[in-house]
């Protein structure tokens, strides 16, 4: 059985959402403040210690090579060929039903109609309806790499590549880097 530490390292690998997961796990499953400090230990601070030009090198390396964008475009062919499809086997399954076959579904989807009904006023009353004032909404300010106001400590500008960040006040943080890190030397891994 895998230790609580041990689970939170084997999902890095395969998941973008430790963070967000980790700490919602954490207000509601943890016994004590020390479960959280058990899931970043010493190995993530190695990464704060990293200094800002070790980031921004790696920023470099990632996008300093031939890059490759997809662009989905809509196919007006596709989508006919789609349709054409869906055609045919409606057409198909009508002919394997036969004419019995479409009323006794027919007659099986007007029971199922029929027979649908709401929840009494009773269980939906034991739903309290919440006030729209009552809802907090948490600030927002956003920054990009041509912002004249910058985050403290965080200044985008000096970012060689395009950038957004928005700062909630919130005890939440997701944050997503996805890199094709083949050309990075080992030694930086």
């Known amino acids: ?10 999902s ?3 998941s973008a959402e430790f963070s967000v997961s980790g700490a919602i796990k954490d207000a509601i499953y943890s ?5 959280w400090e058990e899931i970043f230990d010493d190995d993530f601070d190695d990464l704060l ?25 809509p196919s007006e062919e596709y989508r006919d060929r789609l349709a054409e499809e869906e055609k045919e086997r409606l057409r198909r399954q009508k002919e ?40 907090r909404f948490l600030p927002l300010t956003s920054y990009n790499y041509t912002s004249e106001a910058q985050p403290d400590g965080f200044d985008l500008r000096g970012m060689p590549y395009r950038f957004h960040l928005d700062e909630v006040d919130s005890q939440y943080v997701r944050f997503s ?5 083949t050309s990075f030397p080992l030694e930086d891994w």
């Open 49 to 73: 210690e990293k200094p800002r030009e070790y980031w921004v090198g790696l920023i470099r390396t990632a996008f300093s090579g031939p890059r490759v964008r997809v662009a989905g475009v």
């Open 1 to 10: 059985m895998l230790s609580l530490k041990e689970k939170s390292y084997a």
């Open 177 to 181: 880097v996805h890199l094709n890190v």
């Open 96 to 135: 394997e039903l036969g004419e019995d076959g479409m009323r006794e579904a027919g007659e099986r989807l007007l029971g199922a109609i029929s027979s649908a009904r709401d929840p009494p006023a009773s269980v939906l009353e034991t739903f309290p309806l919440a006030d729209t004032e009552s809802i």
């Open 31 to 35: 016994r004590s403040p020390k479960n």
């Open 12 to 14: 890095l690998e395969t």
